[in-house]
């Protein structure tokens, strides 16, 4: 694997390299190593550090594992949420998934875009249940009326009970 000294950097770029977060460094480092035909792997390294991100495919598995769950939860239930700023404290928020990169702005650029496509789905899926609850009210009107009441003769009601005991017969249920 090369190193800072095997780079062939300047003394300028070194020290603007020590300078940089130690995990970015070395992430680039294994990128350039990784990276097969580079005619000046210096040019690669350098301007991978200075864009301040990862390189792709060699960031933090935590990250990737932590998006990943944040992708299926968006797609399982937190396309449902009805703002941008429910999303937003869902995932970046005190509590949410993804609070530990809450300033990642790509990511949040990213995430925002998934619920962005989602939303469609969800207004869809909200007129579809309100139609469904208007549909079940008209059939419970139309069900209560087309049956009659059926009016009970007064003896019918004594018939019933005739063969109960007394303390019964005196019982009114209020029907």
């Not at 294994?30 to 390294?45: H, I, K, S």
């Not at 239930?77 to 869902?90: M, R, S």
């Amino acid at each position: 694997m090369r190193t800072l000294a095997e780079l062939g950097l300047t003394p300028a770029q070194l020290a603007e390299v020590e300078q940089l977060d130690a995990g970015l460094v070395h992430s680039w480092l294994v990128a350039t190593n990784a990276a097969r035909g580079l005619e000046r792997p210096a040019g690669f390294f350098l301007s991978g550090v200075r864009s301040g991100n990862k390189p792709p495919g060699l960031g933090d598995e935590r990250e990737a594992q932590a998006v990943e769950l944040a992708a299926r939860w968006l797609a399982n239930a937190g396309w449902l949420l009805p703002t941008e700023a429910e999303l937003t404290d869902a995932l970046f928020g005190p509590h949410g998934r993804l609070r530990a990169w809450a300033s990642d702005e790509p990511l949040r650029a990213r995430m925002l875009a998934v619920w962005l496509e989602l939303r469609p789905a969800a207004a869809e899926l909200e007129r579809q249940r309100l139609d469904d609850v208007e549909r079940y009210r008209d059939a419970r009107r139309r069900a209560r009326s087309s049956v009659p009441s059926i009016p009970w003769p007064s003896r019918v009601r004594q018939q019933a009970y005739a063969s109960a005991p007394a303390s019964v017969q005196g019982f009114s249920s209020g029907v």
